[in-house]
């Protein structure tokens, strides 16, 4: 922090909060004040942004002008900078999080409907489209099977050799199920799971769920057992 002669002061951060720069008036526009900054009891506004040699950002912030009406206060303290920095924290995994999703679609839209929901919900997955992504592959394949089986009951095995086969009664489970879906999914506009996706989540959870209860168990009675070491705790 910099405090300047006519009293504004150049706060240099290491990532950027997101506060408004002013913006200066016009004769067809009025002029727009920047963030309002309460900060130590008195009242700032950002005048500037410069971005930093180090990568950060540098605000000037000013003595907040009368003349302006005050629509939002940003709070510069401790507290609230441990906000910000969980928000950011939260932003920036939820966007890893959404480009895994969209990498991982063609596997993440066999889940059930209910799992895709929620990973929208928490960081944005695109969950009718995952479901899309899901079923076109299969939808493709499960037709070549179909289509493989009725030319070679005519006598033309030879017209799909080289291509990915599978027996008719897979290939026709997997037409017809993915057919389903991409149906549903393009009239609702939500997404649904598959059979093989139902099941893996089913089998999951009850496995792992099981396990990790059991864990939780164990690292609960072990905190809670007293030590000889006069810690309060035992060692196990």
Not at 120 to 143: D, H, K
Not at 155 to 165: L, M, N, T, V
Not at 169 to 177: G, V
């Amino acid at each position: 922090m910099t405090r300047l002669p006519d009293g504004a002061i150049d706060l240099a951060c290491r990532v950027g909060k997101g506060w408004t720069v002013r913006r200066a008036g016009t004769r067809i526009r009025p002029e727009h004040p920047g963030t309002a900054v309460r900060w130590n009891g008195s009242l700032l506004e950002v005048v500037a942004e410069t971005p930093d040699a180090s990568g950060g950002v540098v605000y000037r912030l000013a003595p907040w002008a009368d003349r302006h009406a005050i629509r939002v206060i940003e709070d510069y303290d401790e507290a609230s900078e441990a906000a910000r920095t969980a928000e950011q924290a939260r932003r920036a995994a939820a966007i890893r999080k959404r480009r895994l999703s969209l990498l991982l679609a063609p596997f993440l839209g066999h889940l059930p409907a209910a799992i895709q929901l929620r990973m929208e919900s928490e960081f944005g997955a695109p969950a009718r489209a995952m479901t899309i992504a899901s079923g076109l592959p299969l939808l493709a394949l499960g037709l070549v099977g179909v289509l493989a089986a009725l030319i070679a009951s005519f006598g033309g095995g030879a017209a799909f050799a080289g291509w990915p086969i599978l027996p008719l009664p897979l290939a026709a489970l997997l037409f017809a199920e993915s057919l389903g879906r991409l149906g549903y999914a393009f009239v609702t506009g939500e997404p649904i799971g598959s059979l093989a996706g139902t099941i893996f989540a089913t089998v999951f959870a009850t496995v792992f769920r099981g396990r990790l209860a059991d864990l939780g168990s164990h690292a609960r009675r072990y905190s809670s057992t007293p030590r000889s070491d006069g810690s309060g705790q035992e060692d196990s």
